[in-house]
């Protein structure tokens, strides 16, 4: 599997969470490249939760990194509250996949 997609640029500002963001991706692609079923799998299950959970899951950024979806207009928030987090789940799944 190639790259996911690069920072979206009409969200990009240069700011603390586009910084966050790009690692997110790097990580997210290299689990995607050591074992893509594995992840993939965890993934979609995630991605179902949090579509079914918060009706606003569009406006969220990192929804899109981890739907692989394009953005296309600048989001409000970057990341689902606590235990729903995306950067949490992307955090947590790279370290048991590298550790």
């Known amino acids: 599997m190639g790259m996911l997609y690069q920072i979206d640029e009409m969200n990009a500002d240069g700011s603390e969470n586009d910084k966050k963001w790009q690692l997110l991706h790097e990580k997210l692609t290299a689990m995607y490249k050591r074992d893509q079923f594995s992840i993939h799998e965890k993934v979609i299950n995630l991605h179902k939760r ?48 590298f550790s």
Do not use: C
């Open 50 to 97: 949090l579509k079914k959970k918060y009706p606003y899951y569009m406006q969220v950024r990192l929804y899109h990194l981890l739907s692989m979806s394009t953005v296309q207009r600048p989001k409000i928030h970057f990341d689902f509250p606590d235990e729903d987090s995306v950067e949490k789940f992307i955090e947590q799944e790279h370290a048991k996949f």
